[in-house]
């Protein structure tokens, strides 16, 4: 097609009526309201179609309200009126003459609302008076009152409350009185009284403010100014955010009833300045030169917290708020380098402080061995939780602020999950030495004992924990299992007698309803010992009934036999239907949940015979489809238990179903070493090494560091200097970057500090760098 | 955002008994079921400093760029006397008002 044709096609589409109209409709909703003006303008000289008309009616008034909400009044005034005279549209009659008033046309407001082209309701009238009462006493032109018919509310009180207003601005207390009490309460000038009320009770706080302000409806024309009135009682930044969000009038009426002198002003539109021109130098320098007048300690105090954030200002700083201490240069460096994110770096200074709060007097430095002790603590904050230098920090804090329940807890976790027993039992007596009415402790001191199979110390923790908190669940089932614990002992040497005791002290402590089978389970064994058959298989349909699903009972009938030495089979024969279940994918969950609870109560190897006894069960119910969440914790609970068929056969199910994840690798090559990890093979110790990889892309951290501890765990065998490339040995490149980072760190520091840090060095960070051919001399 | 110390109006040395004082005048200013923004915000305050370990490490960690607002509106909010606008400023600020 030629250029001119295209264009007279264009044309011919451009002018047809369907697709002006079309155009108009898509300009109105999108809120191009001239663009809609003008082209139903346009369709109405092809076609004065009532539809068009209305239309343009509509665009008109959406036009007119735009610019109303952007303060051009005159616009909006314009287009309301084109409106009336296109459209013979006269709606919103009372927006109009708002809109003339705020334009400052007020004779023609009072001439239209003295002659409304179409009816004005009460309601409309009540407000428009008020409105117009407002704007006459904001403009002061007598020749306006003067037009008003003289015996109306509008002429008659103007006087009084132009007279109440002159009597508040020259605090003629007296004439306000006799004025605010002569504004009756159908004047139009009633608003008027509750602000000059709030004005003259600026003293008397905020509630009494906003109670004299509460008098005015939302659509009242002093609304606006009343607002004003409670930002005056705020504080600091609330006060300076509200003062910048009023215009300049505004502004001056407050800083007027604030009393700021001329200093003040200048000073806040210099700050004002500085707000555009931004930068925290700039505000360090507005600070600086106006120490005098925002107070010298204010002002370094101030100043200090900026230097974080500039380069080179601890000089400027230091002469004008006087020398800081070395110590507290360390301070701002650490800060700065946290705010940069070289956590490195950061963490050497913060050292560096630790060392000068130890060198420092008492003079110099209060509550030195608190803020040491919260350095290290803070130092913890971006290294994993079961980082041996986190540990370290957090036993060191402990030292020397033995009062933080947070870090024991962490110690304890975290020696708790890496199996080191005595050291775990060691934080927990010290926690419970700090602690010892600390529910959360002793919960971990009954735990702690359990491990140890000190049931009676548990029992009597548990008994504490109860005398703080009656109803703690966790006491309770701690006291419950402990008698059962207590009952197995007996069973076993055949004292008879003495398990009918504990059980019968365990029931105590059986909360009703969420009973969980083992009781009767044992009291169902005890039956069958005393040869009460009949009550032994009625025992056991309670126990079975109350173990949360069939595949949790099989488990506790087995696990309960085992413990008192009695073959599953004895009691798996009084109920054979048992072995006929088909657990679904919520009853293999909760076998989790109780493998977990016995697990905590210390008869783990038991359980993997028990486990046994269920394997071809749960073997099959194995097979139905589960979530990546749901494989991850039955693959976390085999692993615990050490139960490495079951978790080989559950991580080849789930790799059936899932992608292969670090995660599942992870669980698949445990699986297969059963914690042997010198047989680990090249292809296992490849794909470990490609799965922390992955889990590092994924920031799977724990995951990667899990992996990494098998990797390290087998490092030194044979294989590990013949698979891979050095170049290509990630974890021997950061631990050459970390001995690099060392001696880089040393090197920058004083002679002293070096000798210092030189002698206070842990004897494997020396053996290390040796090995690493340094010379630790420098 | 202010600092816990601004927002409760005490000095940085202040003690426990002091910053408790004062986070009480506050609450009584603004109660939680007439300014529930606010009455956050002390209690927020009050929890970060209101011992004396709490307020070490607010001044040995906290990292953020101090409140230039505050400082300003602390320098003029004090020691000044109120006084009242003239007629024309009042004037002046109704009619602002009225155009908002």
Partial sequence: ?778 | MQSPFDILDVAEDADDASIKKAYLQQVRAYPPERYPEQFQQIRAAFEAIASKRQRLVYQLFYNEPPHSEALMGHVLKHNNTQQRPTEAQFMQALAESLKA
């Fill in chain 1, 1 to 778: 097609m030629s250029r001119k044709k295209k264009h007279a096609h264009h044309k011919v589409v451009a002018t047809s009526p369907e697709h002006l109209e079309k155009k108009a409709r898509q300009q109105l909703q999108s809120g191009a309201y001239k663009d809609a003006i003008n082209n139903y303008k346009r369709l109405l000289k092809i076609n004065q179609q009532p539809d068009y008309l209305d239309a343009l009616g509509e665009a008109y008034w959406l036009a007119a309200e735009s610019q109303a909400a952007k303060g051009l009044y005159k616009e909006a005034v314009n287009l309301w009126e084109s409106r009336a005279h296109s459209c013979q549209q006269h709606s919103h009659l009372p927006r109009y003459i708002t809109w003339l008033l705020a334009a400052g046309a007020y004779i023609k407001a009072i001439r239209i609302f003295n002659a409304p082209p179409v009816e004005l309701n009460r309601e409309e009238q009540t407000h428009l008076t008020a409105m117009i009462g407002a704007h006459l006493l904001a403009a002061d032109q007598q020749n306006i009152v003067a037009m008003l018919d003289a015996d109306s509310p509008l002429a008659k009180d103007y006087p009084i409350a132009k007279a109440a207003l002159k009597a508040y601005c020259q605090g003629d207390e007296n004439t306000l009185a006799s004025s605010l009490k002569a504004i009756g309460s159908r004047s139009p000038y009633r608003d008027f009284r509750p602000v000059l009320n709030a004005l003259l009770s600026l003293d008397a706080g905020p509630q009494e403010i906003e109670q004299r302000l509460s008098r005015l409806k939302p659509d009242s024309p002093y609304l606006a100014l009343g607002r004003m009135l409670p930002l005056l009682q705020q504080e600091g930044a609330l006060f300076i955010e509200s003062y910048q969000k009023l215009g300049p009038a505004q502004q001056t009426f407050v800083a007027t009833l604030q009393g700021w002198d001329k200093r003040q002003l200048r000073l806040l539109g210099d700050f004002r300045k500085i707000q555009l021109k931004g930068g925290d130098k700039a505000l360090f320098d507005f600070i600086v030169a106006n120490k005098r007048f925002f107070g010298e300690q204010e002002s370094a105090y101030f100043c200090k917290a900026l230097l974080p954030y500039l380069n080179k200002a601890t000089g400027i700083f230091e002469r004008h708020f006087g020398a800081l201490s070395q110590a507290e240069k360390y301070r701002l460096e650490a800060l700065s380098c946290e705010h940069r994110k070289d956590h490195y770096l950061a963490e050497r200074s913060w050292r560096l402080y630790i060392d000068k709060l130890e060198m420092a007097s008492p003079a110099e430095e209060t509550d030195v061995d608190l803020k040491i002790a919260l350095v290290l603590r803070h130092l913890n904050k971006d290294l994993p939780a079961n980082d041996p230098g986190v540990l370290h920090n957090l036993e060191t804090s402990l030292s020397l602020d033995p009062n933080d329940k947070a870090s024991y807890l962490h110690l304890i976790s975290a020696y708790k999950q890496s199996n080191y027993k005595k050291s775990y039992q060691s934080w927990v007596a010290a926690a419970l030495q700090e602690y010892p009415e600390d529910i959360e402790i002793l919960l971990e001191a009954v735990a702690a004992a359990r491990t140890k199979n000190a049931h009676k110390k548990a029992a009597g923790f548990a008994k504490k924990i109860l005398t703080i908190d009656p109803i703690n669940a966790k006491a309770q089932n701690f006291l419950r299992s402990s008698h059962v614990a207590h009952a197995r002992k007996q069973f076993k040497v055949g004292r008879l007698h003495l398990v009918h005791k504990e059980l019968a002290a365990a029931e105590q402590w059986e909360r009703n309803g969420q009973e969980s089978g083992v009781l009767s389970i044992n009291q169902a064994l005890l039956a069958l010992e005393e040869n009460h058959k009949e009550q032994a298989k009625a025992l056991l349909q309670t126990g079975i009934s109350q173990s949360g699903g069939n595949l949790c009972a099989y488990l506790r009938l087995c696990t309960e036999a085992l413990c008192v030495d009695v073959k599953p089979s004895a009691l798996v024969s009084l109920m054979p239907e048992i072995k006929k279940i088909s657990p679904n994918k919520t009853e293999v969950m909760l076998l989790v949940a109780v493998l977990q609870a016995y697990y905590e109560e210390g008869i783990g190897a038991l359980l993997i015979d028990a486990l046994a006894e269920i394997s071809p069960i749960l073997k099959k119910s194995l097979k139905q489809t589960l979530s990546e969440t749901q494989w991850y914790n039955l693959a976390e609970c085999f692993l615990t238990l050490e139960a490495y068929d079951l978790l080989e056969y559950c991580t080849r199910q789930a790799l059936k179903q899932q992608d292969s994840k670090p995660l599942l690798v992870f669980y698949e090559i445990s699986a297969t070493l059963r914690g042997q990890q010198q047989h680990l093979t090249y292809n296992m110790h490849y794909r470990l090494v490609e799965a922390a990889e992955e889990a590092h892309d994924m920031n799977d951290l724990r995951t990667a560091a899990r992996i990494e501890q098998i990797i390290k765990q087998h490092a030194g065998l044979p294989f590990a200097d013949t698979g891979f490339d050095d170049d290509d040995n990630d974890f021997e490149e950061a631990e050459n970057n970390v001995i690099e980072g060392i001696v880089n760190m040393i090197k920058s520091l004083s002679p002293s500090e070096r000798k210092k840090i030189l002698k206070d060095m842990p004897p494997e960070v020396k053996s290390l760098l040796m090995d690493a051919g340094v010379d630790i001399d420098f």
